[in-house]
């Protein structure tokens, strides 16, 4: 029975109402202006909210749980490395799950990628990856190169050096114009080949080749930024420049690789190797966070042998075993599957599921390349109306800016993929 006493409190919080209190999430303000939705559990590539309610991931976490949840090779290579060491400083020691990790990297990925260094975030890799830059220019002896080339509508991170290099204009980090670096922006890349396009590209790069370090963008897809593609002969016409002024070479593929556009790394459609490669998202299968910048003899060379002796940079939890573990475990589980075949299922259901959108009034463009598929509008999104319209649908998706918009794990059965591209029309439709 409730005593007088008891029924005279105030109800005790809820998980919401503690969230609202205390909790910052992404590119929001504090407090939020809508309550999150409160995921209870996640297995195969379903989220169960605390109302018991069950929605298909479209977003694989933010395009990182390739394989879904609670995948029982991923849950066990965890749990035996725990068993061993949870964590040690990776300056003066070394084991064997970064030494083994480091090793398949520079397997997969193109020669001459031979030199691994490993970070704590995407973003992280960024900063590492024009440190490199940077560094390999002072090591050659020209300080004055201290801008970096990319191309407009391009997205690589939250950190500031890696904000330099997103679009100044049009993306989200407007905000701190006037204080970043000033980068170097060609146009944005078309979606099909143009030939006068690398003619620009050559000619912003002459133009600057006396202050410029290096080159970095996003191969075939550029992700946050937009979501466009662009065909990949382009990155050709970025190798050829970046060989003639002597140009360290940055393909961030932390959203697209390990197979999300249908190769196993987007730049193979180009058949060119970058001078240093950015990886993470997927790379642990979305169970921990790590990424990677693997870089070649040569700039790793240079960099050694330049004023500082080395790369100057040196995360707390870089190379931790526990991710460098399940990072492995997931990259063996994505070469044990049909990981292209998957792929390329998800790429054929999300053409068949998205194909009504078309006639939706507002809608644009509708794409869909590898396991990514798009639908883009003339005005920016409502989000909630879009949410909550992809939510009776039974599905979870994040649509941002004037796009609607779905990544889903590989493993994400037929049916499922279909009722994805059937919310995601839902959405448009609300939005």
């Given at each position: 029975?409730?005593?007088?006493?008891?029924?005279?409190?105030?109800?005790?919080?809820?998980?919401?109402?503690?969230?609202?209190?205390?909790?910052?999430?992404?590119?929001?303000?504090?407090?939020?202006?809508?309550d999150?939705?409160?995921?209870?559990?996640?297995r195969?590539?379903?989220?169960?909210?605390d109302?018991?309610?069950?929605?298909?991931?479209?977003?694989?976490?933010?395009?990182?749980?390739?394989?879904?949840?609670?995948h029982?090779?991923?849950d066990a290579?965890?749990?035996?490395?725990?068993?061993?060491?949870?964590?040690?400083?990776?300056?003066?020691?070394?084991?064997?799950?970064?030494?083994?990790?480091?090793?398949?990297?520079?397997?997969?990925?193109?020669?001459?990628?031979?030199?691994v260094?490993?970070?704590?975030?995407?973003?992280?890799?960024?900063?590492?990856?024009?440190?490199?830059?940077?560094?390999?220019?002072r090591?050659?002896?020209?300080?004055?190169?201290?801008?970096?080339?990319?191309?407009?509508?391009?997205?690589?991170?939250?950190?500031?050096?890696?904000?330099s290099?997103?679009?100044?204009?049009?993306?989200?980090?407007?905000?701190?114009?006037?204080?970043?670096?000033?980068?170097?922006?060609?146009?944005?890349p078309?979606?099909?080949?143009?030939?006068?396009?690398?003619?620009?590209?050559?000619?912003?790069?002459?133009?600057?080749?006396?202050?410029v370090?290096?080159?970095?963008?996003?191969?075939?897809?550029?992700?946050?930024?937009?979501?466009?593609?662009?065909?990949?002969?382009?990155l050709?016409?970025?190798r050829?420049?970046?060989?003639a002024?002597?140009?360290?070479?940055?393909?961030?593929?932390?959203?697209?690789?390990?197979?999300?556009?249908g190769?196993?790394?987007?730049?193979?459609?180009?058949?060119?190797?970058?001078?240093?490669?950015?990886?993470?998202?997927?790379?642990?299968g979305?169970?921990?966070?790590?990424?990677?910048?693997?870089c070649?003899?040569?700039?790793?060379?240079?960099?050694?042998?330049?004023?500082a002796?080395?790369l100057?940079?040196?995360?707390t939890?870089?190379?931790?075993?526990?991710?460098?573990?399940?990072?492995?475990a997931?990259?063996?589980?994505?070469?044990?599957?049909?990981?292209?075949g998957?792929?390329a299922?998800?790429?054929?259901?999300?053409?068949?599921?998205?194909?009504?959108?078309?006639?939706?009034?507002?809608?644009?463009?509708?794409?869909?390349?590898?396991g990514?598929?798009?639908?883009?509008?003339?005005?920016?999104v409502?989000?909630?109306?879009?949410?909550?319209?992809?939510?009776a649908?039974?599905?979870?998706?994040?649509?941002?800016?004037?796009?609607v918009?779905?990544?889903?794990?590989y493993?994400?059965?037929?049916?499922?993929v279909?009722?994805?591209?059937?919310?995601?029309?839902a959405?448009?439709?609300?939005?």
């Amino acid at each position: 029975m409730t005593s007088p006493e008891t029924a005279s409190l105030p109800p005790a919080p809820t998980l919401r109402d503690r969230d609202r209190a205390h909790v910052w999430h992404p590119y929001g303000p504090m407090p939020g202006r809508t309550d999150p939705l409160v995921v209870r559990s996640a297995r195969g590539v379903r989220l169960t909210l605390d109302d018991g309610r069950e929605l298909v991931d479209g977003m694989s976490s933010w395009w990182a749980a390739v394989h879904g949840y609670r995948h029982p090779a991923l849950d066990a290579a965890v749990t035996r490395a725990t068993g061993a060491m949870s964590h040690v400083m990776f300056g003066g020691l070394t084991h064997d799950p970064a030494v083994t990790l480091a090793e398949r990297l520079v397997a997969l990925t193109p020669e001459p990628l031979e030199h691994v260094f490993l970070a704590d975030s995407g973003s992280v890799s960024i900063e590492v990856a024009l440190k490199m830059c940077l560094q390999y220019q002072r090591a050659r002896d020209r300080p004055g190169r201290t801008r970096m080339m990319t191309w407009r509508g391009g997205y690589h991170g939250d950190t500031f050096g890696a904000m330099s290099v997103c679009d100044p204009e049009g993306g989200m980090h407007a905000a701190w114009s006037g204080f970043l670096p000033q980068q170097v922006f060609a146009d944005r890349p078309p979606s099909s080949y143009d030939a006068s396009y690398d003619e620009h590209l050559r000619a912003v790069a002459d133009a600057h080749a006396d202050e410029v370090a290096g080159i970095v963008v996003e191969p075939v897809v550029q992700g946050a930024g937009g979501m466009r593609f662009h065909d990949p002969r382009h990155l050709r016409a970025l190798r050829a420049i970046a060989d003639a002024h002597d140009l360290v070479l940055v393909f961030d593929e932390i959203a697209t690789g390990f197979g999300r556009t249908g190769t196993l790394f987007a730049a193979e459609q180009a058949g060119v190797a970058p001078d240093v490669l950015c990886v993470g998202k997927a790379l642990t299968g979305g169970y921990l966070t790590m990424a990677a910048a693997l870089c070649t003899p040569a700039v790793a060379t240079a960099i050694s042998g330049g004023e500082a002796g080395g790369l100057m940079h040196g995360p707390t939890f870089m190379a931790n075993p526990l991710a460098a573990t399940v990072a492995g475990a997931s990259i063996d589980e994505l070469l044990r599957r049909d990981w292209a075949g998957e792929v390329a299922a998800l790429g054929a259901g999300l053409r068949e599921g998205l194909a009504p959108a078309r006639d939706v009034p507002g809608v644009v463009d509708v794409r869909v390349l590898g396991g990514i598929g798009v639908v883009q509008l003339d005005h920016p999104v409502d989000v909630p109306a879009a949410q909550a319209a992809a939510e009776a649908h039974g599905v979870w998706l994040r649509p941002f800016r004037d796009l609607v918009y779905a990544m889903p794990p590989y493993v994400t059965p037929a049916d499922d993929v279909l009722r994805i591209g059937a919310a995601m029309v839902a959405a448009a439709r609300a939005a």
